[in-house]
């Protein structure tokens, strides 16, 4: 759509895009860079949203390790199974 | 939560697969493999020991009317009758006229998985078919049965090869633990990816670099069951196998750099066929995933679409961020800590990535699908897996941090993960003269943010402190190809949802106005060399905890480079 002279309007907005453009500048490769916001519909630029605590029906590792591998098994009484860092296998039911 | 297995080894992270028989198994390459049935509070070791030869033997006793030479294996079995095989070499006894066999020193187990020990007899003159003669529990090492040829011939029979010549009282074999990757296709379990190749060259041998190109698979609805025979070999093309992705009626075999297609009308032995598809290939187990009928992989080349029998690069606009030497990702220090995971309601893949100094993946190359178009995720925390889940309807990706599990993109209400911060570059600009009819000036359109207060404990105190938090955002202005933003020359205060502060940089937004537009000039009157500058490049940041949504942004006095 042509636009106003002198007028840039920008209601679709592009995803990133670090390949270096034909206008060269001192930082080539961020021609476009985008952080953190998502164009996830049209006309619509948005920060993503963060992270929530799984809860599950009682604590494992006490937050003191990392988890390494976590697999669901999807059914009426979804059940996850975990490995973290120091090789220990778990599982609980209910994660919410 | 409770605990199911501790394994010994860290190296490699579990690969777990659900069996068409429901079970749950699970390998890292290093320990011995686990089964678990969802229900029991551990998990056991995976297939059945062989026993040990030992002192195992056979004697007549007794007068009667067996007479024959005869043959002995012993085997052991669980409590849900999943056997294992035979001794290595059946013990042999030559009975006339004695009324018992007396079996003694009967192997014992040393996993506390058996229960049971089979003892197996064939009748005299053939070796084709075994029967059952007795069977003791754990613990009991000798058996007398006094079955006769007849009666033996009545109890549970079990020929020693199938009619075709395959193993089958030994097909029991313990599946291949060394392999570090296991999938269900077509009522088998399939292994891959050995992690022998991985020794020290001053360790290894020829066979077990050999082991690169294996699969091997169990027999049909015997999970546990991998005879030794159920061995696919790949042709050597200087690549290893790193994943299995099976998908309907095909078992994809991913290595490094090629993909290769398995296909089987059932009976892997006999009918497998293994064809090159692609010349892409896959970093590990975890970095391909499957959403909206579409397989989406990473390898050290990068992100790609693939659909069975080609591949489309999708990574096309976000290559120089990719290889960039210092800031780009990390493919050959950590990318066995990559992953993918697909979230089909939001259609996004994110590639989870370590760059730049990241010691783990921090970063997640996030690709909308149906948009195509990519964005970057900065999670400021390690992620050293993810996963899938559908709960409560919704499809989710489920990221593995720092001491927990996280739910990904989703509203963080306890703020414990602290705020968001974010970039956007809308790229750079001509400026055009500045005369009477021509101004520079940067609008906004954007949806309110609520302010709102938040409770924090600083860790210098033990009290905790208040305060409402509002949400801004800075426009900064690069002139010129300047890495430093521009400042401001004057202070103003809240015009049109926009503070400046003289000699500070940027545009401060309010994004919790009540009107959500926002607009400032950026020519004479706010900046002394506006007649002199020839570019401009603008950039959004900002941080924030709740949504920020962005509608319009419209620049006055700038053409597109």
Redesign the interface.
Known sequence: MDQP???????D???????????P????????????????R?????????????T??????N????????????GAT??????D????????DN?? | MSTLHDFAHTTYPVTIARAQTGEIYMHNGLDPAQRWDGITAATETSGIEVPAQGTFAAAGGGSGSLSGTYKVYCRFIDNAGIPGNFNPTAISVTLLNHANITYSNIPQPVDARVTQIQLWRNTDGQEITWYLDGTVNVGTATLSPTNTDAQLQASTALRFYTADGYPNANRFGVPPYKMKVVVSFMDRMWFAATTSTDAPSSSSSSSLQSDRNTIMFSEAEEPESVPSDNELELQEDGDQITGLMPIGPYLYVLKRHHIYRLSTAGNPRADASITLVAERGCLNQRCWCRADGMSFLMDENGMYLFDGTSVQPIDGPIRDQLTDNHSGVQWADHGSLFSVAASPDNETVKFIVAMGTDAAPQNAFSYHYRMKQWCLDDYAKDIKCSGQATIDGMNRIVLGVDGGLKWIDEDDSTLTTGLLSYTYSLGEFFLLELDQSNIRRFSIWFDPITAYTITTVPASSSSSSSYTYTHTMTVNLYYDGSATPETAVITVNNENNVTTVAGAAGWVIDLSATRGYASFRFDEGMDTDAQTRRTVKIVLTGSASRKLCIHRIEIDGVQRV
């Open positions: 002279k002198g007028k840039i309007v920008i209601t907005f592009a995803g990133l895009v670090s390949n270096r453009g034909r206008f500048t001192s930082h080539p490769a961020e021609a476009l860079v985008q952080t953190n916001l998502r164009c996830i049209p006309g619509q630029l948005e920060s993503r949203l963060g992270f929530r605590t799984i599950t029906d009682a604590a494992f590792g937050g003191s390790t990392d988890i390494i591998a976590v697999y669901f098994l999807d979804p059940k996850l199974v975990i490995e860092s120091d090789g220990k296998m778990w599982y609980g994660p919410t």
